[in-house]
Nanobody, 124 residues
Framework: QVQLVESGGGLVQAGGSLRLSCAAS????????MGWFRQAPGKEREFVAA????????RYADSVKGRFTISRDNTKNTMYLQMNSLKSEDTADYHC?????????????????WGQGTQVTVSS
Protein backbone atom coordinates (compact mmCIF):
# COMPACT_ATOMS: atom_id res chain seq x y z
CA GLN A 1 0.00 0.00 0.00
CA VAL A 2 1.14 3.55 -0.66
CA GLN A 3 -0.03 6.91 0.64
CA LEU A 4 0.14 9.93 -1.64
CA VAL A 5 0.27 13.62 -0.72
CA GLU A 6 0.13 16.39 -3.32
CA SER A 7 1.50 19.90 -2.91
CA GLY A 8 2.36 22.94 -5.00
CA GLY A 9 -1.06 24.10 -6.08
CA GLY A 10 -2.16 27.72 -5.90
CA LEU A 11 -3.39 30.76 -7.75
CA VAL A 12 -1.51 31.83 -10.87
CA GLN A 13 -2.17 34.16 -13.77
CA ALA A 14 -2.75 32.82 -17.25
CA GLY A 15 0.58 32.17 -18.94
CA GLY A 16 2.28 31.44 -15.66
CA SER A 17 3.78 28.25 -14.27
CA LEU A 18 3.36 25.93 -11.31
CA ARG A 19 5.13 22.76 -10.22
CA LEU A 20 3.10 20.13 -8.44
CA SER A 21 4.69 17.44 -6.29
CA CYS A 22 3.34 14.08 -5.16
CA ALA A 23 5.15 12.54 -2.20
CA ALA A 24 4.67 8.82 -1.63
CA SER A 25 5.13 6.86 1.55
CA UNK A 26 6.67 3.42 1.70
CA UNK A 27 9.60 1.77 0.01
CA UNK A 28 7.78 0.49 -3.07
CA UNK A 29 7.24 3.76 -4.95
CA UNK A 30 9.36 2.56 -7.85
CA UNK A 31 7.03 -0.37 -8.41
CA UNK A 32 4.06 1.83 -9.35
CA UNK A 33 3.05 3.46 -12.60
CA MET A 34 2.12 7.00 -11.58
CA GLY A 35 -0.36 9.44 -13.00
CA TRP A 36 -1.86 12.89 -12.63
CA PHE A 37 -5.59 13.52 -13.02
CA ARG A 38 -7.65 16.65 -12.59
CA GLN A 39 -11.26 17.42 -11.82
CA ALA A 40 -12.99 20.73 -12.35
CA PRO A 41 -16.27 21.59 -10.63
CA GLY A 42 -19.17 19.81 -12.29
CA LYS A 43 -16.91 17.76 -14.53
CA GLU A 44 -15.61 14.22 -14.49
CA ARG A 45 -12.08 13.40 -13.44
CA GLU A 46 -9.82 13.52 -16.49
CA PHE A 47 -6.42 12.14 -17.31
CA VAL A 48 -3.52 14.63 -17.46
CA ALA A 49 -0.28 12.65 -17.61
CA ALA A 50 1.31 9.36 -16.60
CA UNK A 51 4.80 7.93 -16.25
CA UNK A 52 6.22 4.43 -16.20
CA UNK A 53 7.89 2.90 -13.17
CA UNK A 54 11.38 3.76 -14.33
CA UNK A 55 10.39 7.17 -15.65
CA UNK A 56 11.55 6.22 -19.10
CA UNK A 57 8.20 6.69 -20.82
CA UNK A 58 5.46 9.25 -20.42
CA ARG A 59 2.02 9.95 -21.82
CA TYR A 60 -0.03 13.15 -21.92
CA ALA A 61 -3.53 14.30 -22.61
CA ASP A 62 -3.72 16.27 -25.84
CA SER A 63 -4.91 19.33 -23.92
CA VAL A 64 -1.62 19.60 -21.99
CA LYS A 65 0.88 18.19 -24.46
CA GLY A 66 3.78 20.59 -24.97
CA ARG A 67 2.90 22.60 -21.84
CA PHE A 68 3.09 20.07 -18.98
CA THR A 69 5.95 17.73 -18.08
CA ILE A 70 5.64 14.75 -15.78
CA SER A 71 8.70 13.34 -14.03
CA ARG A 72 9.62 11.24 -11.03
CA ASP A 73 12.56 10.76 -8.68
CA ASN A 74 12.47 7.24 -7.31
CA THR A 75 15.26 8.04 -4.84
CA LYS A 76 12.98 10.65 -3.25
CA ASN A 77 9.68 8.76 -3.66
CA THR A 78 8.30 11.82 -5.43
CA MET A 79 6.56 12.58 -8.70
CA TYR A 80 6.28 16.01 -10.28
CA LEU A 81 4.13 17.88 -12.76
CA GLN A 82 5.68 21.00 -14.25
CA MET A 83 2.91 23.13 -15.70
CA ASN A 84 3.82 25.98 -18.04
CA SER A 85 1.74 28.36 -20.16
CA LEU A 86 -1.22 27.79 -17.90
CA LYS A 87 -4.70 28.56 -19.17
CA SER A 88 -7.94 29.28 -17.35
CA GLU A 89 -9.24 25.89 -18.49
CA ASP A 90 -6.46 24.22 -16.48
CA THR A 91 -8.24 25.31 -13.30
CA ALA A 92 -9.07 22.14 -11.35
CA ASP A 93 -8.28 20.00 -8.37
CA TYR A 94 -5.20 17.95 -9.31
CA HIS A 95 -4.74 14.43 -7.95
CA CYS A 96 -1.84 12.06 -8.17
CA UNK A 97 -2.46 8.33 -8.39
CA UNK A 98 -0.53 5.07 -8.27
CA UNK A 99 -1.23 2.01 -10.37
CA UNK A 100 -0.08 -1.57 -9.95
CA UNK A 101 -0.33 -2.19 -13.69
CA UNK A 102 2.83 -2.67 -15.68
CA UNK A 103 1.84 -0.30 -18.49
CA UNK A 104 0.71 3.30 -18.48
CA UNK A 105 -3.05 3.65 -18.21
CA UNK A 106 -5.14 6.75 -18.78
CA UNK A 107 -8.35 5.70 -17.06
CA UNK A 108 -8.99 6.44 -13.37
CA UNK A 109 -10.19 2.85 -12.95
CA UNK A 110 -6.65 1.69 -13.63
CA UNK A 111 -5.27 3.34 -10.51
CA UNK A 112 -5.36 1.80 -7.06
CA UNK A 113 -4.27 4.63 -4.77
CA TRP A 114 -5.12 8.34 -4.79
CA GLY A 115 -4.00 11.49 -3.08
CA GLN A 116 -6.40 14.08 -1.65
CA GLY A 117 -5.63 16.63 -4.33
CA THR A 118 -4.22 20.13 -4.63
CA GLN A 119 -6.16 23.05 -6.08
CA VAL A 120 -4.86 24.93 -9.11
CA THR A 121 -6.60 28.15 -10.08
CA VAL A 122 -5.60 30.05 -13.21
CA SER A 123 -6.90 33.58 -13.51
CA SER A 124 -7.39 35.13 -16.93
Amino acid sequence: QVQLVESGGGLVQAGGSLRLSCAASGRTFRSYVMGWFRQAPGKEREFVAAITRSGGSTRYADSVKGRFTISRDNTKNTMYLQMNSLKSEDTADYHCAASTTVVVTTTPLGYNYWGQGTQVTVSS
